[in-house]
């Protein structure tokens, strides 16, 4: 990419990264050694995309990477806040840098990500866990390499964190975790309030990328080697609202889809109140798009989905599951699931398993009701006591696993096309790859395939995985 295709602000902090490159270099010479660092990822898909572009910004300045926290030079926590017991993860391990920081003076601790963006958790931070140099938040992480070269020499702690923001920085480096798949941020932000979420406070209000933007990024992987993009969104289906140009998601697919050398492309998440018929159309024609939605439910019954700001019903929601399993007879359809939600009766937990059997999904992630001070949900004085949210969540569970496992053994005995992630952990002379359904599928082969698509008859289901055998 040229510079002049690229904005100031993305101009700016690329003259911010040689500056930290050059601080960097005489480092390396004081202490005879490379410098290392270490960014650990709490959260969603969002968050580790995040986490590539910020060790992207780091290893451009000539940091390497570091396998363990004893030997970092520079640590960063890339918070989630979604749910309670993530903050309580952050903390306890921030409590054990101090013990590092201790030993190497020179260890910069840096906290970034949704955790960041709650003002009572930046206060706690200042108070209690002094040895953390660096908090920024969600808004502005595009700034990394300038808020290091701050810390660098002024020697202060800084804390920069932005209430919101209308900006999206282009073209700043990225390190991609995986050679074959990325993930791609189509937009940022989420207006939708559901009463429960603390997301459209921490990461603020829907911003789109341009499509060209979009689809250059996706060119330039192609060519670098990627065959699968997963686009990124806390709600994709509502993709070019407020953008100039005229576009909606369905039409960004088709364009991506026409990308050559791109062979897979998937896409989180879904919002069911905005999921267009012209969707699954395009699903169903695009060969390219992995037969795999993931459509949150959250409750099946009306009222707490009306309570939840959901705005669907239980019944408008499992018309798009018809018409999505009518369109595509192969596809997989999973699912969060929400239990214990302020009000919530046994009753409402009964329509929830009535969705369960009739939108037969393929996997479901199952959550307890996580209180999030600041949302409408957390004040309500109706909260579920927690023996009954356990008893209810078993009985869910134990619904989708059930689900779960009887549907994934209807692919038993076909041949799928398998996109082959890596070696076994466990047997280095089979290696792993998913389906588009995102099925799991292990069987012979070795590191030579990795990265490549394969036909795979499934031999042998496991449950929520498949043993294979190559054809071919
Ligand atoms: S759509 Fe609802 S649940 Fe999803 S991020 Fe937005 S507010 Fe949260």
């Known amino acids: ?22 601080i960097v270099n005489e480092k390396k010479k004081e202490l005879s050694r490379d410098l290392k660092y270490m960014v650990t990822t709490f959260g969603c898909q969002m968050n580790e995309r995040d986490s590539e572009k910020l060790s992207g910004i780091l ?62 958790i930046v206060e706690k931070v200042r108070k209690s866990y002094p040895h953390v140099d660096l908090i920024f938040g969600t808004h502005n992480n595009f700034k990394f390499a300038e808020l290091l ?23 700043l480096p990225s390190e991609r975790k995986f050679k074959f798949k990325s993930g791609i941020n189509i937009m940022f932000g989420c207006n939708n309030f559901c009463s429960y979420c603390i997301v459209p406070y921490v990461r603020g209000r829907e911003r789109s990328r341009k499509s060209e933007d979009i689809l250059s990024e996706i060119e330039r992987l192609t ?79 009306d009222k707490v989905l009306s309570d939840m700001n959901r705005h669907y019903s ?6 798009i599951v018809k018409k999505l399993r009518e369109a595509m007879p192969d596809i997989a359809i999973t699912t969060d ?23 037969q999904y393929e996997g479901a992630f199952t959550f307890e009701y996580s209180k ?14 927690e023996d009954v949210v356990k008893t209810e969540f078993d009985r869910v569970l134990k619904a989708v696993q059930n689900m779960a496992a009887k549907k994934a053994g209807r692919f038993t005995g076909r041949t799928l096309k398998v996109l082959v992630e890596g070696v076994n952990d466990r047997d280095p002379s089979m290696v792993t790859g998913r389906t588009e359904q995102n099925y799991v599928v292990h ?30």
């Open 314 to 319: 239980k019944e408008k929601y499992l018309g």
């Open 223 to 301: 060519y670098d080697g990627v065959k699968e993009v997963m686009l990124l969104g806390q709600n994709v289906n509502s993709y070019g609202r407020g953008l100039e140009e005229d576009i909606t998601f369905s039409e960004l697919l088709r364009r991506v889809c026409r990308i050559d050398g791109l062979e897979r492309v998937r896409f989180m998440t879904s919002h069911p109140k905005d999921l267009s018929d012209e969707l699954i159309e395009v699903m169903k024609n695009e060969e390219k798009i992995c037969k795999h939605i993931h459509l949150p439910l959250q409750s099946g019954s």
């Open 337 to 359: 699931i929400i239990v214990g939600y302020p009000g919530e009766t046994h009753e409402d937990v009964n329509e929830t398993l009535d969705v369960i059997e009739v939108a």
């Open 443 to 472: 069987f012979k082969g070795d590191r030579s395939l990795v990265g490549s698509i394969t036909e795979v008859e499934l031999t042998e289901c496991m449950g929520f995985y498949f043993l294979g055998r190559q054809i071919g």
């Open 372 to 385: 999030r001070t600041g949302t409408p949900a957390a004040s309500r004085e109706d909260q579920v006591p």
């Open 1 to 22: 990419m040229s510079s002049e295709n690229k904005g100031t602000e993305g101009l700016r902090q690329l003259e911010y990264i040689k500056k930290l490159k050059n």
């Open 149 to 171: 070269v701050n810390v660098y020499e002024s020697g202060d702690k800084i804390i920069d964190i932005w209430k919101e923001t209308d900006e999206i920085v282009e073209d």
């Open 59 to 120: 290893r451009d300045a000539g940091f390497i990477r570091s396998e363990s926290e004893e030997d970092a030079d520079i640590i960063v926590y890339n918070t989630c806040t979604v749910r309670d017991n993530a903050d309580q993860r952050v903390f306890g391990r921030l409590g054990v840098l101090k013990r590092l920081k201790d030993k190497n003076p020179s260890l910069l601790i840096c906290l970034c990500g949704c955790m960041m963006q709650e003002d009572l």
